[in-house]
C-alpha cells in the first residue's frame, strides 16, 4: 500500500498548490491513502469547513490538525460531523472531535491515522508519548490496522525522533509536522518504520516558514510587531512525504520525500511511478 502525507498547508498559496498539484500527484504516485495537514491553511491560523471539503474534493483522504486547530471557531463545531478531520489526541478529555480514527481504504485496506501535539516549546498538553502508547495498543499494526501514520505536530527535532523510535515497529509512519521546513532525513527506522523529522510545508517558500517577509523581518531587526502575520502569496510548493507499506506487515518497505511546484526543487523517489 502507498501513503502519501502531505505538510502542513499555509494559506492560499498553499491552498492552491493542493488543487493544482495534489490530484495529478495522487494518480502519478499510486497513492492507495493521503493524509494533508491543513491547521494553517485559513490565512495561515486553523481550517474552515469549506477549506476542510475542497482539500477531501481534491484528493485528501484525512486532515490532520495541530497548534492552530481551534483558531477558526467553526472548527470546533464542524469536526464533530468530520471523522476525516484529526485534532491532536493529547488534548483533554471531552475535546471536541478525536485525535485518531480508522480509516478505510477503496481496496478495503485499513489506515489508522493520529495527530499528536509535543509539548516542548509548545502548549502544555498531555503526555504525548502516553497518548500515542495508548492509540498504538488499541488498534495493533499487522492486526486490527494494516498501515499506521502518526503525525507529530511538534517544534523540538528531538522530541520529533524521540517519537519516530517510540513508534518503531509499531507505525508505517511517523512524520512530523510544523516547523515548515522539509527535512532530509527520510528513512527507514531498524524496527520497520518509515520517519521524517518534518515533511514541510505546502506554501510559499520566498517567505519566513510561509508568512510574507515584511512583518517577522520587521520584528527581528526592529524589535517592534508593525502589523499581523499574513501567508505569502507567491507559488507554492507541495512538500510531503510517501511510503510504500508491506502487504504482510504493515511496516514500511520504501520511503521518499516529495515536493512539487514553487521555489523548490521538483524531488520524487525514482520507485514512486513504478507499480506496486
Given amino acids: 500500500m502507498r501513503l502519501l502525507f502531505v505538510g502542513d498547508v499555509v494559506g492560499r498559496a498553499g491552498r492552491n498548490a493542493i488543487t493544482s498539484h495534489l490530484p495529478g500527484l495522487r494518480e502519478r504516485l499510486k497513492a492507495d491513502f493521503v493524509v ?3 491547521e494553517n491553511a485559513a490565512g495561515g491560523f486553523g481550517i474552515t469547513e469549506d477549506i476542510f471539503n475542497e482539500f477531501r ?4 483522504d484525512v486532515v490532520t490538525l ?3 486547530a481551534w483558531d477558526q471557531r467553526e472548527a470546533l463545531v464542524f469536526i464533530e460531523r468530520a471523522p476525516e478531520l484529526i485534532r491532536p489526541v493529547n488534548y483533554p478529555a471531552g475535546t471536541p472531535g478525536k485525535g485518531a480514527n480508522l480509516f478505510e481504504t477503496a481496496s478495503g485496506k485499513h489506515v489508522l491515522v493520529m495527530n499528536v501535539m509535543g509539548v516542548a516549546k509548545m502548549e502544555p498538553l498531555g503526555d504525548p508519548f502516553a497518548a500515542v502508547d495508548k492509540e498504538l495498543d488499541a488498534c495493533p499494526l499487522g492486526e486490527a490496522a494494516d498501515a499506521v501514520i502518526v503525525d507529530m505536530h511538534a517544534e523540538l ?3 520529533k525522533m524521540a517519537m519516530g523510535h517510540f513508534c518503531d515497529g509499531r507505525a508505517s509512519l ?14 527507514i527506522l531498524s524496527g520497520g518504520t518509515g520517519y521524517q523529522t518534518d515533511a514541510g510545508m505546502t506554501g510559499d517558500y520566498d517567505s519566513v516558514i510561509g508568512m510574507d517577509k515584511t512583518e517577522p523581518l520587521n520584528r527581528f531587526t526592529r524589535r517592534i510587531p508593525s502589523g499581523r502575520f499574513s501567508p505569502a502569496l507567491g507559488p507554492a510548493t507541495l512538500c510531503g512525504v510517501v511510503v510504500e507499506t508491506d502487504d504482510t506487515t504493515g511496516l514500511a518497505a520504501r520511503i521518499g520525500g516529495v515536493r512539487v511546484g514553487g521555489q523548490l526543487q521538483e524531488t520524487l523517489p525514482d520507485w514512486a511511478s513504478q507499480d506496486q
Fill in 174 to 187: 511517523v512524520v512530523g509536522t510544523h516547523t515548515h521546513v522539509p527535512t532530509a532525513d527520510t528513512h
Fill in 36 to 38: 494533508v495537514n491543513g
Fill in 66 to 68: 495541530g497548534n492552530h
Fill in 57 to 60: 474534493d481534491h484528493g485528501a
Fill in 157 to 159: 527535532t528531538s522530541e
